[in-house]
């Protein structure tokens, strides 16, 4: 798709409405949102516990791209494009497994625990093995999440970084283990399945577990509801701050869809659990339970919330057009013992049905964009989040401006600490 033809669609798109059908269904779009978006931003690609040794690897499938995160000998975990620089054969055939050097099933070239390339047979006289190590990628580690980035200058991270150690350090997430791992392949565009978690608005009516947890989940059905719901949220508020922990949130900005935020969960409810109820050891430093979850959105396809006993990892990845692979991961305090500390099932109740029902939805949502009769529809005034999401994406992928004329934008959608879902 060339330039003039995007930029005619982007035009096409009414603000606060849904996009046209091609951004859900074009192959072209979809290597735009790749090249654009995610070889761009920064990425979460795991656990330092799935790499915990040095000479542990694990991969990271990016659509077509594959990663190898690696623990080094000397502590540091690095990140690579899977692809030797001989003839671009995958290095790693395995998703996870232990090697301290990588050595291409091809030909055999050697790769040490850095990129370098430090063995080659039978090259030509002169071959300078020093400029062809594996080809890097960012990585950021913060509170035992590791962050990757494609990109050769990627953008700053020091506040999603911030805002993580902040609002995340009591939890102590670098010091938990991974107590399971539920992957879905979602047969919709990734947009779909990110707009479905920018918004509530269909909780009521699609999610009933995760309403019976989540006191804003339901929107009150009256004046006197609002107003327990308020009080309930102050009286937390006001505890959660006499004892020392961050109350509030980060807001979305026009350049931004990093937020955060910490809420309560609801009356008598300890952590996100069915019935409300300790599902395994407390985290970190905590010594009590305060029935809160803190959940930060680390651009459009990052999720991460704790609660008092365990933390929830999120993560979209595009598969192609129309498939997109959603995977839970459940973090534990790191010697919790599964069967006798906790029961995986139960530590992962909530999402897990949330993320089936989740599915099914986003997959009947795919087939109507994808109808020949699908007109963009209007969002409902709780759909804010959503109308911020789009314009940021259409601004990251729009053609650049011609010079001398201004490059055109949605209108800016109204920003706010969005409460996690």
Request: aromatic share 10%; charged share 20%.
């Amino acid at each position: 798709m060339d330039d003039a033809t995007l930029a005619a669609l982007i035009g096409q798109r009414r603000t606060g409405f849904t996009l046209p059908r091609a951004f859900y269904t074009d192959p072209a779009i979809f290597e735009r949102d790749l090249e654009h978006i995610f070889m761009r931003q920064w990425l979460f690609a795991g656990h330092i516990s799935q790499i915990a040794q040095p000479g542990d690897y694990r991969l990271y499938q990016l659509a077509d791209e594959s990663l190898i995160l690696l623990h080094g000998s000397d502590g540091v975990i690095r990140a690579f494009f899977n692809v030797c620089r001989h003839r671009g054969s995958r290095i790693c055939r395995d998703e996870a497994g232990q090697a301290h050097r990588l050595v291409c099933p091809y030909h055999a070239w050697v790769y040490d625990d850095t990129g370098a390339l430090i063995q080659a047979r039978h090259m030509p006289e002169g071959f300078e093995r020093g400029a062809y190590g594996l080809q890097p990628v960012q990585v950021q580690v913060v509170e035992g999440l590791i962050f990757v980035c494609a990109a050769a200058d990627p953008p700053p991270f020091g506040q999603i970084a911030g805002d993580i150690a902040r609002f995340f350090g009591p939890y102590q997430l670098a010091e938990t283990r991974v107590a399971h791992v539920e992957r879905h392949l979602v047969a919709a565009n990734w947009k779909v399945v990110a707009e479905n978690f920018f918004e509530c608005y269909h909780c009521s009516h699609t999610h009933p577990e995760f309403c019976s947890v989540m006191s804003y989940g339901r929107a009150p059905d009256s004046p006197r509801a609002s107003r327990e719901r308020a009080a309930f949220v102050a009286e937390w508020h006001a505890q959660a701050q006499a004892s020392g922990w961050p109350t509030g949130g980060v807001d979305m900005t026009e350049d931004s869809i990093h937020t955060l935020a910490r809420t309560p969960i609801r009356p008598g409810y300890l952590t996100q659990s069915e019935g409300g109820g300790p599902v395994a050891p407390l985290l970190g430093r905590l010594t009590g339970y305060d029935g809160a979850v803190t959940a930060v959105q680390c651009y459009p396809v990052n999720w991460l919330l704790a609660c008092s006993d365990h933390a929830m990892l999120a993560r979209f990845t595009p598969r192609d057009p129309t498939h997109t692979e959603l995977m839970l991961t459940w973090l534990v305090q790191r010697d919790a013992r599964p069967g006798h500390d906790y029961d995986p099932l139960a530590v992962s109740w909530l999402w897990r049905v949330t993320a089936i029902e989740d599915a099914t939805i986003c997959e009947d949502n795919q087939r109507g964009v994808t109808s020949r009769r699908y007109v963009p529809g209007p969002y409902a005034s709780s759909e804010s989040s959503v109308e911020h999401l789009i314009a940021w994406y259409l601004r990251q992928i729009a053609p650049a401006a011609p010079a001398g004329q201004a490059a055109q934008s949605d209108a800016d959608a109204p920003s706010g600490i969005r409460e996690p879902r």
